[in-house]
C-alpha cells in the first residue's frame, strides 16, 4: 500500500555527532570532560539567569543545584506545586552500583546491563557515565533525608529488579519516586526561600525563544489569569519529561505533556528516536470508553504469579470454572526457561498477541490473568500478602475485584518514552544554550530502559550532570546583548502563541479536545503500539494529517484565553500531540528494524522473536522540523561500541 | 447509574460562587469520581458551558493534585485521595454534593480549584535538610536503626493534599506540618536543624492564617496516607524541646 | 520565651494546657474537700476554717488561700485568653462554611468552646454565690459553708446551674485532659489508651463527686 502522506518522504541530512564526549578509556571520560569545562567564576554566577521548565526529579534537582551554585533560576511548572511532578508515582526504585551487598556488582556491570537492556541502541560514554554517577547519587539523596528502605542493622537495604541478577536496585517501599522527588522538592524549596529560584507554579511553557541561534527564553501561560509573558534568561534548560500521553491512555499524569519538547523541536532541537516507547505488561486493564489513565501495578507480580488465558476462544467461563487443561500459560509454553519472568517488551508482545487470537478475558477481550492461586497455595496467604499486599489493595480498589480469589486481570500499557530531543554529552541539545535532561532527552536507555533506571537517569542528569556541563557553555558565551520584551523575534513568537490560542478559541467547532485526543490515542495505539507493520504506520501516517484538520475545523474550546481555562490547556497539547505523532510513526516506519521497545513484524526471527539489524540500523535517528506536514530530515548519529559488543537477545 | 450533582461553581477568585445542579447519566460503577467528572464536562462543553474546573493530575493517588469535598468529605466516603474514589461507593438516584477546600489559607481559583501554595511556604520555610549537591557522605556512614528510618518514612508518605486542612473544623494545617517535621527530625541527618526546622514552619504555618488544633482528630481520619493524629503530639514535643533550647542560648 | 510561645498557636495550646492542668489539680483537691460535707456540719466548716489558717504560723491568715486564688485566676485568665484568641484564629481560617456538613468528632470535642464558656460563667456565680455571698439565696453567713451550701442547693436554679455546670465540665475535661497529654507531648500510640481511660476517669470521678453533693442536698441526706 502506498501513502498519499508527502510527510513519508523524508530525506537524509548530515549526520550529527556528539563532539563533547572526550576520546580515551571510558571510565575516564566524565571527569576529563569536567576538568575541561570552563568555569564561571561564582561572583557572576548570579548575573546568569538559567530557565528550567519542570520540577521532576531530573529538573528539581538541576533547579536546586544550580541555585546553590550561585545561578539565578527561574523555574516553571504546570502543576499547583513543584511537589506534584509525576516523577513522584515513579514505584519501583533506583538502581545503584554501590555493590553492597558484594554481589559482583560495578560500575561496569550497570554500565553493560543498560547498553544491553537498551538493545544497543544508546551511547556508550553517556550509559557509563550515568553509571558512575548512579553511587554518588544515594549518597546525595540519604543527605537530603530520603527514608530508603533499611535493615535491621540500620544500613540500607537493597532488592534485585527487573530481571537483573545483581541487587542493586534502593527503594522507599514502593513509593521511592515520590520520597526521591521530595528530597529534589525540598532542596529546591530552600533554594526558593532564598531568593535564588523564582518559582513559577501553574505556569506551562508554550514555546522557545531562540534569537541570534541561541535560546534566549521561553514563552510561558498563566494557567491562572491566562496571561502570556516571555521570560529571559542565558540559557534554557528543559526537564519536562515524556510524551506517553500522545497514546491518550497511558500511565502518564493527565497533563504530563509534549509541548515544551515539541516546540523545541520546531525551533531547530532535533528530535532522537520518536518511536522508541515502552510498554509496560503488568497495568490494570482498561474498564470502558469513559478510562482516562491506566494504573500501573509493579513487575514484581511477575515473580510469583502466573500468567495465563483460555486455550479456547471467546471462552465467557468465570476463570476458576476453566480447568487446568482449557489454559494456555502461553509465557511459560513459549519461553520454558525463563517463563513469567521474561522482559518487559516480550510479555507485553504476548499479552497483546493472545488477546489479537480473541483469547483476551475481561471487558472487550483487552486482558490476561495473572493468577495467584498456585503462589497462595505454595506460600500461603500471609506471605502472598505481606508480599504483595498494597498491590493487591490497589488492584482490589480499582477494579472492585478480589486478588486473593479471583486472578487478577492486567494488561500493557504506555510506561516511558526512552526517544526525545537530542542531546550531546554535555546534554545539549541542536540549539546553543538549550539543555534538555531526564526523560526529556533521548541519551541514556537506548531502545529500551531497564526498571529502576529513570529515576537514576533523572537525578543524574539534574544533580550532576547537567550542573558540570552548563558552566562551560556559560563560560564561553558570557553576557550575550540584552534580549526583551521589545525584541523582533520575542514579538513574532509571542504572537505567534497568541495567535494559536486565539485560534483554538476561535474554531468554536462541535468535538470537544478529548474526543481528539482519544481519537489520536486509539490510532497510535493500534498501529504505533506494541507491534508495528509498515502498512499500519503508513495508514497512521495517512489518518494523522485527517485528523489534524478536522482538529483545526471542528474543535470546542469554551471559554476565554483570559482566565483558568483547562479545556484550552488540554487542547493545546493536543496540537502538539498531532505532529509529534506523525513524527513517532515514521520513525516508527523508517526503522525497518526490532529492538527494545520497537517491535516491527517484518523484521522477527522464525521463533517470533524480535531481530535487530545493525548493520542497518545502529544508529540513533534524529529528525529536523521542516514545518507542520512537511517531510522532517534525517540526522544519523552512528553509535559505536567499543566496550559492549552487541549480541541478539534471546529469551526462549 | 444516574445521579444528581451539586457542584460549586466559581468564576473567580474575585467572584461570588453558589451550588449548581448537574444530573449525569449513564455512569458506570466502575469510573473514578474524576471520570465521572470528566463525562459530565464532556456534555458542558458539547453545550457551550463552562466546564468544572478542579485539579488532577496522576489519578493514582500519589501526586496530591485531586481537592474535593464529597457529600462533607475530603476525598469523599472512603479513605483515599478523589482520583482513587470509584462511583461503585455511590447508589443509583444519590445527590452528591462536590465543594473545594475551604479554608482561607486556600482561596479559591476557580470552581473546585484552590491555592494550596502555603503549604509550599510552610516546607520553605524548613521543610528540608540542608544538603547541597555534591557535599553528601557516602550513605553508609551513618546507619539508621530501621525503627527510625520506618518512622521517617511514615510521616514522609504525605501526599500535600491538603485534605486534613479541609477536614479540620478550624482549617488547620497542623497534621501537614508535623508530617514533615517527624519526618526529617527523626533522622540523624535532619538533627542540625532540628529546633530550628520546627520554630520556623510552626512560625510559618500561623502566618499563613490556618487555624490551630483542637485535637478534633479529622484530619487524621481524612488524611488518605494515614498519618496519625499522634505525629501532632510528636510535633508538639518537638516544639517544646526547640523551645527550651532556643530560651536557654 | 513567653513572646515566642504566647505568639504562636502551638505555644498557645500549651499554655491552655498547663493552666488547664492547674485548674483539673485544683479541681481534685476541691471535690475532695466537698465530700467532707457528707460527715457533718463541724467537720465541714472546721476544714473551711483550715483552709484560712493553712501555712501558719510561716505564713500570715489566709495567705496560703489568697496564692491559691492568684494561681487560680492567672490560670483562668490564661485559659480563657488563649482560648478567645485561638477560637478567634479557628472561626478567620474558615471564612466560608461547607454547604454540605457532617460531623464526626465527639461530643465532647465539639463542646469544647462552649463548654467552656458555660464553665466560665459558672465559676463567676459560684464565687458571687459561696465566696462573697452576693447572690446567695437565703443571707451568706461567712464562716458557715456548710449552710450555706444546704441553703445554695434548697433552690432549683442553684441546682440546675449546679448541675448543667458540672455535666459540661466532664465533657471538658474529657477532651481536655486528653488534649493537654497531646499538646504537651506527653502522648503515643502506646499511651493513648492510658490517657483516654484517664481522661474518662478524671472526668467521671469529679462530675460524680460534685454532682453527689446537691443530690444529697435534695435527697435529704446532708440537711
Redesign the interface.
Known sequence: MSTSSAYAHYTTGDPVVDTRAPEGPIAERWDKRRFEARLVNPANRRKHTVIVVGTGLAGGSAGATLAEQGYHVVQFCYQDSPRRAHSIAAQGGINAAKNYRNDGDSVHRLFYDTVKGGDFRARESNVHRLAQISVEIIDQCVAQGVPFAREYGGLLDTRSFGGVQVSRTFYARGQTGQQLLLGAYQALSRQIAAGNVEMHPRTEMLDLIVVDGRARGIVARDLITGKIDTYFADAVVLASGGYGNVFYLSTNAMNSNATAVWRAHRRGALFANPCFTQIHPTCIPRTGDHQSKLTLMSESLRNDGRIWVPKAKGDQRPPHEIPEDERDYYLERIYPSFGNLVPRDIASRAAKNVCDEGRGVGPGGQGVYLDFADAIERMGRAAVEAKYGNLFDMYQRITDEDPYRVPMRIYPAVHYTMGGLWVDYDLQTTVPGLFAIGEANFSDHGANRLGASALMQGLADGYFVLPATINDYLARHPRQGEVGPEHPVVQEVLAETEDRMHLLLAVDGDRTPDSFHRELGELMWEFCGMARTESGLRKALERIPQIREEFWRRIKVPGTGEEFNQSLEKANRIVDYLELAELMCLDALHRAESCGGHFREESQTPDGEAERKDDTFSYAAAWEFTGTGTAPVLHKEDLVFEYVHPTQRSYA | MKLTL?V?RQ??ADTEGA?STYEVDDI?????F???L??L??D???R????V?F??????G????CSL?I???AHGP?R?TTC?L?M?SFADGDTI?V?PW????FPV??DL?V???A??RI???G??????????????A?????PD??F??EH??C??CGACVAAC????AMLFTSAKVN??NV?P??APERETRV?DM??R??EE??????????CA?ACPKGI???S??????????A??K??KR | MARTVWDSSVGKKTVMAVSGLIMLAYLVVHMLGNLKIFFGSAEFNGYAHWLRTLGEPFLHHEWALWIVRVVLVAAVVAHATAAYQLSRRDIRARPTKYVHTRRRASYATRTMRWGGVILGLFIVWHILDLTTGTVHPNGFQSGHPYQNVIDTFSTWYGNVIYLVAMLALGLHIRHGFWSAAQTLGAGSRTRDRALKAIANVLALVLTLGFVSVPVAVMTGVVS
Open positions: 451539586r460549586w468564576r473567580a451550588m458506570s460503577p466502575d469510573m473514578s474524576l471520570e465521572m470528566d463525562t464536562n464532556e458542558l462543553i458539547l457551550g458551558e463552562d466546564p474546573a485539579d488532577h493530575d496522576c489519578r493514582e500519589i501526586c496530591g493534585a469535598v457529600n462533607g468529605d472512603e483515599t482513587q470509584h461503585r454534593d465543594e475551604r479554608a482561607s489559607a481559583i476557580k480549584v491555592d494550596r501554595s503549604f509550599d516546607i520553605q520555610a521543610g528540608y535538610i540542608t544538603a547541597p549537591t555534591g557535599s553528601a557522605p557516602e550513605a553508609h551513618t546507619a539508621v536503626p530501621k528510618a520506618d521517617a518514612f514522609a508518605e501526599i500535600g473544623p478550624n482549617g488547620a519526618h526529617l533522622l541527618q535532619g520554630l510552626v512560625a504555618m500561623d492564617g490556618f487555624g490551630g488544633c483542637t485535637l478534633a482528630g479529622e481520619t496519625p493524629l499522634v501532632i503530639t510528636n510535633m508538639n514535643k518537638e516544639w517544646l524541646r523551645t527550651r532556643a530560651g
